[in-house]
């Protein structure tokens, strides 16, 4: 089993510049969701989905977007990168309900 | 405000000590409680979880948490530390009013010293 499968592992942006972060779960999981990491603030939840062609904003979803277009894939875009944007992006999947999330590898992103 | 709270930041302890990690919440309600553990260079993995029945769970690798509703608490514990425990651990609840969303503490980082 693939899981929850996160790409790239490692990526830098310049200022400005936009990308996607790829996030795939082949376990046919209703949630999923978008966390960044960084020091001292623990996961913050960015944007989420409780199934295909419906997502909502978390705690901090300015400056990026999702879509959910299928069951397997929620994509995180960085429409204009900010040095503020510079973490470790984990997206996390489950069934509905009372289920644990299972977590990706993590992207680190920085932006310069 | 936090809404979880993890007030040990760093903890170092040598192998063979105990260990308790505190973890409290501000939500009212149902919730369900985890811990989830993250080891250097890895992503998160869920260590136990709370849903409803006995407070005290066990999880993984001899942890164990006891929920007690009264004091909004879900500590960790562990009896005996290892090496190998050294990691940071993340407390996380999910509100029954939130759907499935999952708020996290902000991390106590572990370190065991051999």
């Known amino acids: 089993n693939a899981g929850v499968t996160q790409t790239p592992k490692f990526q830098v942006l310049k200022t400005g510049q936009s990308m996607t972060l790829q996030c795939a779960q082949d376990m046919n999981h209703e949630y999923m969701s978008w966390y960044r990491q960084d020091p001292g603030m623990g996961l913050r939840l960015i944007h989420y989905s409780v199934g295909a062609g419906i997502t909502d904003q978390g705690e901090v979803p300015n400056g990026y977007n999702v879509s959910r277009s299928t069951t397997e894939d929620f994509p995180l875009r960085l429409l204009s990168a900010a040095p503020s944007q510079t973490s470790v992006y984990f997206c996390a999947s489950s069934p509905a309900g009372n289920s644990p999330l299972h977590f990706g590898n993590g992207t680190r992103l920085t932006v310069t | 405000a936090q809404s979880v709270s993890q007030h040990n930041h760093h903890v170092i302890l040598s192998e063979a000590a105990s260990l308790e990690l505190g973890c409290n919440y501000s939500?009212?309600?149902?919730?369900?409680l985890f811990w989830y553990v993250q080891y250097p260079g890895q992503h998160l993995q869920l260590l136990l979880k709370y849903f409803s029945g006995d407070p005290l769970v066990k999880g993984i690798k001899g942890f164990e948490a006891e929920f007690i509703k009264s004091k909004f608490s879900f500590n960790l514990r562990k009896p005996s530390v290892q090496w190998s425990d050294t990691a940071e651990y993340f407390c996380a609840v999910k509100r029954s009013s939130s759907g499935d969303k999952l708020t996290f503490g902000t991390g106590t980082r572990l370190a065991v010293r051999p």
């Open positions: 939500y009212g309600g149902t919730v369900n």
